[in-house]
């Protein structure tokens, strides 16, 4: 199978190079300028659990030109727009798009490039890090549900867990897998932009009372407005999950952390608790702390003159 990765850092790379070593065709594809170099003349290098070196090819999207059967999304949520216009040229009617982005909401953009019964909308809880331009760390394991968003697709939808699965990626098809994104969201949603506001680990926020009054207010928001969009969600259950996952990642400064405090990067709050925010106006629910957080995560990004 011919598969692009559009978008290709930490996650992008990781499927990428567990795909091309169960011997698929993979192009990786991205923007950035110093990580595609390094690739191309070094190749991409894994750490972590294991050691190795592989020559993928890499190039910026718009220079892909060969029909892909099958491209996996890993892009920033802001940039997927761009990128699905920069790779019009390398969909046909029979390519199958696999959107494993962060967040709410990607498949009403989606929609606007691909034809319904090609779009797969998965979560995965696999991890990995950027260390430098070409360098991916690589540790623990993980796991993928995905569902054709038209459920005519399921068949082709279960040819591509198969490709998949070969490269040990864990997925399992899920006729129902909206309940999952928004968990995932939700669990960023409580961690990310919190611990990026209080400049924490999840951790440190978690062992504050006052942060766990947030925590369990932001939950009971995501709960309200998803179920209003016909999504069935538990509130215990998503409450015992966040929860755990606050446990098992204590030590770590989510993702939204790093790119706004670390390395002062746009984030993608509007795609997490922006979403519900948006979502809740519409259907006239409150969500008065995802409209704080949001604003509140704005105004970082103003001060520190990264949003446009």
């Known amino acids: ?17 567990q795909l091309y070593k169960a011997g698929q065709e993979v192009v990786l594809l991205d923007m ?15 750490i972590g659990d294991q050691e190795d070196c592989v020559h993928i090819p890499i190039m910026r999207p718009e220079e892909a030109s060969r029909k892909a059967d099958l491209v996996i999304l890993f892009t920033k949520a802001m940039q997927l727009p761009d990128m699905l216009e920069k790779i019009r040229q390398v969909i046909d009617q029979d390519t199958k798009v696999l959107c494993l ?16 019964h090609n779009i797969l909308m998965g979560v995965t809880v696999w991890t990995a890090g950027l260390k430098t331009p070409g360098t991916v760390l690589l540790t623990s394991t993980g796991a993928v549900n995905l569902q054709s968003i038209d459920p005519k697709g399921e068949g082709e939808a279960l040819k591509i867990v198969e490709v998949l699965n070969k490269a040990n990626l864990n997925v399992t098809y899920d006729a129902d ?40 207010s932001i939950i009971h928001e995501f709960v309200m407005v998803g179920e209003a969009t016909g999504v069935k969600l538990d509130e215990q259950a998503i409450t015992d ?7 098992v990642a204590g030590s770590h400064y989510p993702s ?17 608790n922006g979403a519900v925010a948006k979502k809740g106006d519409l259907l006239n629910i409150p969500t008065p702390y995802c409209h704080m957080i949001t604003d509140l995560i704005h105004a970082k990004e103003d001060i520190l003159k990264i949003r446009k």
């Not at 950035?32 to 894994?46: F, M, R, S, V, Y």
């Not at 982005?101 to 319904?116: S, T």
């Not at 924490?200 to 504050?208: D, L, R, V, W």
């Not at 999950?241 to 446990?247: G, K, L």
């Open 32 to 46: 950035w300028e110093d990580h595609i170099k390094a690739i191309q003349e070094n190749g991409l290098k894994i």
């Open 1 to 17: 199978m011919f598969i692009y990765i559009a978008g290709s850092g930490a996650m992008g790379c990781r499927f990428g190079y």
């Open 241 to 247: 999950y966040v929860m755990h996952t606050s446990v």
């Open 256 to 272: 939204m952390h790093q790119d706004l405090i670390q390395n002062h990067r746009l984030t993608e709050i509007d795609y997490i």
């Open 101 to 116: 982005l962060n967040g709410l909401g990607h498949e009403d953009v989606i929609k606007k490039y691909i034809p319904e």
């Open 177 to 216: 897998v909206l309940p999952s994104i928004w968990r995932k969201a939700c669990v960023n949603g409580t961690m990310n932009s919190t611990c990026a506001l209080e400049d924490c680990t999840i951790g440190e926020f978690f062992a504050s009372e006052a942060g766990l009054r947030i925590v369990h």
